[in-house]
């Protein structure tokens, strides 16, 4: 039962463009959301996060909404660049009982930027 | 430079033997965690401990074991029982309101 669904396992984007991943998840108690970005044969690398509180957050070049509504997350990249081409994680965090929290991950999406 | 140390990179396993995954971090984190990475199913929790000498289960536990005796390390073995252990490990410290750090990962070969 995947609790965090990214459903398009790729994503192939020109350089300049707007590239927009996105994510679903099916657990209201999800608290904070995540996205890493992955090159192969490497750890994922922290990208950007979301409180639940929130509605957007903005970083440089990349921002990430959350639609609480419809448990929805997108993350845009804008303007893509050919450095971005990796494999983008959503990650979404509960803490359970005890304090005890832990990242629940999608699947991915690999994102390549063209010239 | 704190962060977190995975080792060794490449690892092949023969049937039936039992294999250990090191973790060292110095970022001083309490919490630890094991992913595996398989493709096209993203990362899946193996264990995670949030304070020393304290472990929990995460979705796929079955055929690993784990110690946590130090903060700073959190090894993970693949035993026997593993029946598909052929995969990308990851290990990752954190904090909750700050992500994960990850490692460089461990790939583990079944010969």
């Known amino acids: 039962d995947q609790q965090v669904k990214q459903n398009s396992p790729s994503l192939s984007v020109q350089e300049g463009r707007i590239s927009i991943l996105n994510c679903d998840y099916t657990?209201?108690?999800?608290?904070?959301f995540l996205w890493y970005k992955k090159y192969p044969a490497e750890g994922p690398t922290f990208l950007i996060s979301?409180?639940?509180?929130?509605d957007k957050n903005e970083d440089g070049r990349f921002t990430v909404f959350l639609n609480k509504s419809a448990k929805h997350l997108s993350l845009h990249i804008v303007p893509s660049q050919p450095g971005d081409s990796a494999v983008y994680f959503c990650?979404?965090?509960?803490?359970?009982?005890?304090?005890?929290?832990?990242?629940?991950f999608g699947a991915g999406t690999r994102l390549a930027v063209h010239p | 430079d704190g962060g977190i140390t995975q080792s060794p990179k490449y690892l092949f396993r023969k049937e039936g033997q039992n294999v250990t995954l090191s973790c060292e971090q110095n970022l001083n984190h309490d919490a630890m965690y094991w992913y595996r990475q398989d493709p096209g199913q993203g990362l899946r929790l193996i264990y995670y401990s949030q304070i020393v000498n304290d472990f929990q289960k995460g979705d796929i536990a079955e055929g690993y074991s784990v110690s946590r005796e130090k903060k700073e390390s959190f090894p993970l073995t693949v035993t026997s029982a593993q029946k598909n252990p052929t995969a990308f490990y990851l290990c990752a410290s954190g904090d909750y309101n700050y992500g994960y750090t990850f490692g460089s990962g461990t790939r583990l070969t079944v010969v």
């Open positions: 657990n209201s108690m999800f608290d904070y």
């Open positions: 990650a979404a965090s509960q803490i359970f009982s005890g304090g005890y929290n832990k990242l629940i």
């Open positions: 979301i409180s639940s509180i929130k």
